[in-house]
């Protein structure tokens, strides 16, 4: 009785991953950041979902921030013998060695939402939005809602040399690029964190007028607003309203936070990385194809007219 | 009696404190504002004394921990565990008193089991307390699920953004725990006890001090400390974020505590140094930031000053400057000069 169970159990276990056979017996490492921000954590919810869905074996590295512990965490996967590595790289330099050991080993790299400045054959693809291109679709909803007001910026910065930091700078830059009502008088670095956002506003209003000579706060992402509109708020000015505050991401306390009219408007950053990194590491897996270099997300703009009660529902059981 | 020897020994950190906000009023045109709006006072002063209170409020803890010639490595890793507790527990609908008290005994607990290690098992205290700072951040973690635990309960919130007659709720802690701690430390022979620890462990356990007591209750306080500016920074953005929470906080306290001229080798402390000491960092911080220069010269800026500020406190140029000053006696003058007058 007990054989004939487990028989039975193992028939339905291998018809359930018929479908995906060859993935059954596929493990693959995951070295991520860490979780700083509310997307992070959403992002290691949704890759470990889509391994679950998909049979694959996931390997899961916290690096705390720190890329010697990524480079630790690769080093092992590869020790390992993993099938494909993910990596969520913490900043953009220093990537060359240990990616070559992981191309020796012949295990194809993928990476996750960041960027890194190695040459791109040491890495198979990599999944991730457009950050330049969130940067501009932020500062192009700016330009067209302050019209042709004069419009003093402060930016919150990401971690200093990261890339999203980099990148989401220069595509508002660029879109607000031959718009000269609108410049930005301030910018500093909020670490992607609340704390840092909050302290770092708070240095912004005192330099600037007690916060009367701001138009409008751009952060690089959302966690960091929330800290900012707190900080607004302490200094007796209405964010929404006296500050417009415009950020990237779209996890769910930015809608709440839009939903009371406290923050303007974000540009969403889909956590959902790791589905597009599993399509392209089966197919590669299976057949050699070669996917793309780079495969897209798409950036959507939220604003408050998007009922962002609804949409904060939605996102809330994400695992953000 | 004591009050012209206590100032003596930390004229030099009042007057490091005063030219750096000499320098920031200079960078920043209306540093020195105050107003008063929507019931709490308002300026750069202020954002000082509220944004450095986390590391005072660690460095009061780290002076006692440094005077028994140990340090405590996990402050920033029980500041993130004590915050995703209280956030935790408030967000399990438990009340203000409970959360409050629950977060403070297990601040303490983190603090005896770092004491256990050092007093009973003799570990030495950098490796005893880089225990809990590794795994705490995990333990944090675990108890926040990975996630931002936020919170809105008003009680709580008050902990971090609060004010008390215009006066921000963490600097009136950490100045009352200051003060609170300085006195019973000074007004009774603990602080006497705990420098004998500091200067030779050993001749003091010989001589009838409980050293293993005593020890177990200086890492206690240093975790009492953390819990509470665990719970600050928490309160403050309204959610125990236990990734970021206190990251290299125990660094700055250990920092405040040396610019504030206590010594690494145990001994005679001040705690009011240490937290003039924490206050000269926020001052470094904050003018940087109202400074308007790009992030990437931030740390470098901030390293710069503090080197400055640690060469000028430090024996060979007391040494140097005493040279100068009493050029036809130099020797004895020189050798007791060091930070080291007589007993208070």
Not at chain 1, 77 to 92: H, K, N, R, S, T
Not at chain 1, 252 to 272: K, R
Not at chain 2, 256 to 265: I, K, Q, T
């Amino acid at each position: 009785m007990t054989r004939f169970k487990t028989l039975a159990g193992a028939v339905a276990i291998a018809a359930l991953t018929a479908g995906s056979a060859f993935a059954a017996d596929m493990t693959v490492g995951f070295s991520q950041i860490g979780s700083e921000s509310g997307w992070r954590a959403a992002e290691t919810t949704l890759t470990k979902q889509q391994a679950e869905k998909r049979g694959i074996d996931l390997k899961f590295a916290d690096a705390q921030q720190k890329q010697e512990n990524q480079i630790k965490a690769i080093r092992s996967f590869i020790a390992q013998g993993v099938d494909a590595i993910l990596l969520a790289p913490v900043v953009a330099t220093g990537w060359d060695q240990v990616l070559e050991e992981a191309k020796d080993a012949e295990i194809p790299v993928v990476l996750l939402d960041r960027q890194v400045d190695s040459s791109d054959d040491l890495y198979l693809t990599a999944v991730g939005s457009d950050l330049e291109h969130e940067g501009e679709v932020a500062g192009q909803w700016l330009v067209d809602n302050v019209g042709d007001k004069d419009c003093n910026v402060v930016e919150l910065q990401g971690t200093t040399g990261s890339s999203p930091a980099i990148k989401r700078k220069a595509g508002f830059e660029k879109a607000i690029a031959g718009h000269d009502n609108v410049k930005i008088v301030r910018s500093q670095t909020g670490d992607f964190t609340r704390t840092k956002g909050k302290e770092v506003m708070e240095s912004f209003l005192k330099a600037e007028n007690g916060g009367k000579d701001i138009c409008a706060l751009y952060a690089h992402n959302d966690d960091m607003a929330v800290g900012a509109i707190q900080a607004i708020k302490e200094a007796g000015l209405k964010p929404g309203s006296d500050i417009l505050v415009v950020s990237i991401d779209a996890v769910p306390d930015i809608f709440l936070a839009m939903a009371e009219g406290e923050a303007n408007a974000t540009v969403e950053l889909t956590p959902d990385m790791a589905g597009p990194a599993f399509d392209a590491l089966e197919t590669y897996l299976k057949d050699g194809t070669q996917p793309e270099k780079f495969i897209q997300t798409e950036s959507k703009l939220y604003t408050q007219s998007d009922d962002p009660k609804a949409v904060y529902e939605e996102k809330k059981n994400l695992g953000y | 009696m004591t009050i012209p020897t206590t100032l003596r020994r930390v004229l030099p950190q009042l007057v490091a404190l005063f030219v750096i906000l000499a320098l920031n009023t200079a960078i920043a045109p209306g540093f020195l504002d105050i107003a008063y709006a929507n019931g709490r006072l308002y300026g750069s002063l202020i954002d000082i004394l509220n944004r450095g209170a986390p590391v005072a409020l660690l460095a009061i803890g780290m002076t006692l921990v440094i005077a028994t010639k140990g340090i405590d490595l996990s402050v920033g890793a029980v500041m993130a565990i004590c915050g995703a507790v209280a956030a935790a527990l408030i967000t399990n609908d438990h009340s203000l008193a409970v959360t409050l008290v629950a977060t403070i005994g297990i601040g303490i607990l983190c603090g005896l089991w770092n004491g256990a290690l050092v007093a009973f098992l003799g570990i030495q205290p950098i490796i005893a307390t880089l225990i809990l700072m590794v795994a705490g951040r995990g333990i944090a973690q675990l108890v926040t699920e990975g996630v931002i635990l936020t919170f809105n309960d008003p009680g709580l919130i008050f902990v971090g953004t609060g004010s008390v007659f215009g006066i921000p709720f963490p600097v009136i802690l950490w100045i009352v725990i200051g003060i609170a701690a300085s006195l019973l430390f000074r007004t009774t022979a603990l602080g006497l006890l705990v420098e004998a620890i500091g200067i030779n462990r050993r001749a003091s356990m010989l001589a009838g001090i409980g050293t293993g007591a005593l020890l177990m209750a200086v890492y206690a306080a240093s975790g009492f400390c953390a819990a509470v500016a665990g719970i600050v920074a928490a309160a403050d953005i309204r959610g125990a974020d236990a990734n970021n929470a206190g990251l290299w906080l125990e660094l700055d306290a250990i920092l405040a505590v040396v610019v504030g001229g206590n010594s690494l080798m145990g001994g005679r402390f001040s705690i009011a140094g240490s937290l003039i000491g924490a206050m000269i960092i926020q001052s470094v911080n904050t003018g940087i930031l109202l400074a308007g220069f790009p992030p990437e010269f931030n740390l470098v800026i901030k390293a710069a000053i503090i080197v400055v500020i640690l060469v000028v406190q430090s024996p060979a140029s007391h040494t140097l400057f005493a040279f100068f000053r009493h050029r036809p006696r130099s020797e004895p003058a020189a050798a007791s000069e060091p930070g080291k007058e007589a007993a208070q």
